[in-house]
């Protein structure tokens, strides 16, 4: 994102409690706004978040994100934004000191077009395992989306990495703007929290969900002239159906999707495994601008302790592309004769039985004018 410069910001040029030198600013989201820093002990670049008056008022609300944030400081997953500080600004605002991130938010990847199944299952892949660490340390993102996630080029490697957990545990506190809004996008928000109920790890399975149908259809799901009507289709509409692309990523999206979280994909892990399988899979097939990162699935799902300094993981495996074609031919003549002993044999996970007939149409829909960024908690709850 290009830095702008802003003489009339107070923040700018200013020391943060001696540390983080303010220097430029970078962007602004529902939650505050960020800048590029010096983080003057080691003299690197950092990026500041410093959240809005309102989101730094209620002291109850900012104990319990206080305690958030100490857990959060110790996700050391390579897929994970470090956090590394979190304190008050001299006039009382709450700071946030992050890793400061090359490449591109993926709204701005996305604003190209859609991306291949095989870069979506990557994608999907390295979400889940920031997840999966996040989840088992019982920390909830609440707010996975496109602009919460950085996808940066490593040598020949996408990386994705996940910004802002547990930020929104502010807005959940029901902060609220003098305007009477509430910070959130109903684009990639779950039936649940849609609904106001109770939010588990779940609830970012759904998100995610939402984030690869957009990968792959180029829109999000479902999508509406007002933040209401988008939260209803969350709780009550059918998913639309996906581009003909690689079934099993299909499925796996679908599942993710799925309305009440009991039926969607178990944990993260599982998530990650059946992402890694299409990446394996789908390797031979369709063009990939980066060769997926092919990880152990034991090493790439264990638990936090395994988990050294944040990087890329260690690439264990290459695809074999070249024994692909004769795997394909024997995969297909295999597949043939089962199928002609047992035509009505299930191929799918449970929960995307409708796939197989859905996913066959493509679908490229025009999306509707589509509120991104800030709701009103009237139109959220009415
Ligand atoms: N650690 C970071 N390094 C580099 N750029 C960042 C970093 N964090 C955020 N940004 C940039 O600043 C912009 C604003 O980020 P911010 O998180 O405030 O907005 P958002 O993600 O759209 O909304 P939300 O407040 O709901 O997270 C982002 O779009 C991103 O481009
Ligand atoms: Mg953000």
Known sequence: MPERDDRADPLLGQVLDGRYRVEALVGAGGMGVVYRAVQLSVDRPVAVKVLHPDASSDPEVVRRFEEEARVVSRLRHPNTVTLIDFGRTASGRLYLVCELMRGAPLDDVLAQGPLSPQRTASLVRQVAQALAEAHTMGVVHRDLKPSN?????????????????????????????????????????????????????????????????????????????????????HVHDDVPSLPMGEPALDALVRQLLEKAPADRPADAREVARRALAVEHGSAASGPTLSPPRVVEPVEALGSTATWGPAGPAPVVAAPRRARWPIAVVLAGLGGLALWALAPGAPTAPAGSAATAAADAAPSRTPASPTPRRTLARSTQRP
């Open 149 to 233: 996630l950085f996808v940066e080029q490593v040598d020949t490697q996408e990386v994705v990495k996940l910004l802002d957990f547990g930020i929104a545990k502010l807005a959940d506190g029901g902060v609220q703007t003098a305007s009477g809004r509430i910070f959130g996008t109903p684009l990639y928000m779950s039936p649940e929290q849609a609904e106001g109920l109770a939010v588990d790890a779940r609830s970012d399975l759904y998100s995610l969900g939402v984030v690869a149908f957009e990968c792959l259809a180029g829109r999000p799901p479902f999508t509406g002239s007002t933040a209401y009507s988008i939260l209803m289709k």
